[in-house]
């Protein structure tokens, strides 16, 4: 009876334990990106009473141990790293990984992983979790890159800037109205190396051959000197390009106050630029710009940051890291969304969201609590009649103990 007393006891612990998990899961239904706890139960050591016997040679069958079990107790709590849905917030600091993988935050002391994406940035520009962890990842470094090859570092938005690009490349494309014989003027924009503007001005006339232009490169500005600035193009009878010559000129741009001469192509598109009776009508394309300061970020489903600058921009900024583990259950619950590694989780794999089975990044996004409410509180009635029906083990032993007193009266 004393056995039993003491089974009915390991029951009510273990069935305590059970609907304490049930609780945290419940509690959690609405923590982002919450994982539930599953809790299974396994017998203590039993006491044998007889062993086995195998069977005799004069024809006795052999017989089986019996046994008396002393209780239950917990077997694991493990936790359930399945994906939570995802809910769309319209906030672009919120993040939420679709698939496996989890964010790499750190305090500057330790290194931990969370799937809520709850960021924001604080006042010293940099990215941070809802109780100011700060977010790893790669920053763009001085070679205007993101190398993820490199250290993990905190992702720092702050005073990100955009050096000036100087013009490269002039792309022409439109159309050279065939039925207006007089020349006409098409003014562009290029920028030099410090970031100043540059007006020139091409002027396209009609040679000899009516389907032939010449054009001439000139600037408002007197100290301006253009070497090379000038060309001929040519076209067939259907209206298409045929020549540009040079072939391949290289027009040099001097005299810009200080700033390096802008050494430029000048390009026609040939699919694009046409010789009809619409009118004139030129556009074009060049490369440079002038020097930027971030205006917002955003997140791709790469985990890259994208800054959108006031030059009208956009460039790779920093670029999150996203983990995996061999043995995500290794993980061990820190609070607030964090967890860390331990011995049986393995080693975390580092790289960008989408690689290898890394899932993508939704912006705008966060992941929900996978806590199954209806499954929650089935299990709290299960654990709720177990405890019940192991209280009755311990009152009913106590009821026969009482009997084996009473008989000496």
């Given amino acids: 009876?004393?056995?039993?007393?003491?089974?009915?006891?390991?029951?009510?612990?273990?069935?305590?334990?059970?609907?304490?998990?049930?609780?945290?899961?419940?509690?959690?239904?609405?923590?982002?990106?919450?994982?539930?706890?599953?809790?299974?139960?396994?017998?203590?050591?039993?006491?044998?009473?007889?062993?086995?016997?195998?069977?005799?040679?004069?024809?006795?069958?052999?017989?089986?141990?019996?046994?008396?079990?002393?209780?239950?107790?917990?077997?694991?709590?493990?936790?359930?790293h399945t994906p939570g849905n995802i809910q769309p917030t319209g906030n672009p600091d919120d993040l939420a990984i679709d698939g496996n993988g989890y964010f790499v935050v750190s305090d500057g002391l330790l290194t931990s992983y969370t799937r809520a994406g709850d960021f924001s940035k604080d006042n010293a520009g940099n990215l941070v979790t809802a109780n100011g962890y700060r977010v790893m990842g790669w920053n763009i470094n001085a070679g205007g890159t993101v190398d993820t090859s490199s250290p993990l570092e905190p992702i720092d938005l702050s005073s990100l800037s955009m050096a000036a690009n100087p013009t490269t490349r002039i792309d022409f494309e439109g159309n050279i109205d065939r039925d207006d014989p007089n020349p006409f003027g098409y003014d562009i924009t290029v920028v030099d190396s410090l970031g100043g503007s540059h007006t020139l001005t091409f002027t396209f006339t009609r040679t000899a051959n009516p389907r032939e232009y010449s054009y001439t490169v000139s600037s408002p500005d007197p100290a301006i000197t253009i070497t090379n600035g000038g060309g001929t193009v040519n076209f067939t009878n259907t209206g298409e390009l045929n020549t540009h010559t040079p072939a391949a000129p290289t027009m040099t741009i001097g005299g810009l106050d200080g700033a390096a001469d802008i050494v430029t192509s000048v390009n026609f598109d040939a699919n694009k630029f046409t010789y009809n009776s619409n009118k004139n009508n030129v556009g074009h394309y060049q490369d440079g710009y002038e020097a930027g300061s971030i205006l917002s970020v955003s997140v791709n489903s790469s985990g890259e940051v994208i800054g959108s600058f006031s030059n009208g921009q956009d460039q790779?900024?920093?670029?999150?890291?996203?983990?995996?583990?061999?043995?995500?259950?290794?993980?061990?619950?820190?609070?607030?969304?964090?967890?860390?590694?331990?011995?049986?989780?393995?080693?975390?794999?580092?790289?960008?969201?989408?690689?290898?089975?890394?899932?993508?990044?939704?912006?705008?996004?966060?992941?929900?609590?996978?806590?199954?409410?209806?499954?929650e509180f089935t299990e709290m009635i299960v654990a709720q009649r177990g405890f019940q029906a192991n209280s009755k083990i311990i009152t009913t032993s106590d009821e026969m103990l009482q009997e084996l007193v009473n008989l000496k009266r």
Avoid: C
Avoid at 4 to 31: F, W
Avoid at 47 to 58: F, W, Y
Avoid at 341 to 350: A, T
């Fill in 1 to 80: 009876m004393l056995r039993s007393m003491y089974a009915g006891v390991s029951g009510l612990r273990s069935h305590q334990i059970k609907l304490d998990v049930i609780g945290n899961n419940i509690a959690n239904v609405n923590t982002v990106a919450f994982k539930t706890s599953n809790i299974t139960f396994q017998e203590v050591l039993s006491q044998t009473l007889s062993k086995a016997q195998p069977p005799t040679a004069g024809g006795l069958g052999g017989r089986n141990p019996a046994q008396v079990g002393l209780g239950v107790s917990v077997g694991g709590i493990t936790t359930k």
């Fill in 316 to 375: 790779k900024v920093a670029a999150l890291a996203i983990a995996t583990f061999i043995n995500p259950q290794g993980l061990e619950k820190a609070g607030k969304n964090m967890y860390t590694s331990s011995w049986n989780s393995g080693e975390p794999q580092i790289n960008l969201a989408g690689v290898g089975e890394r899932g993508e990044i939704a912006g705008s996004s966060l992941e929900m609590s996978n806590v199954d409410l209806a499954k």
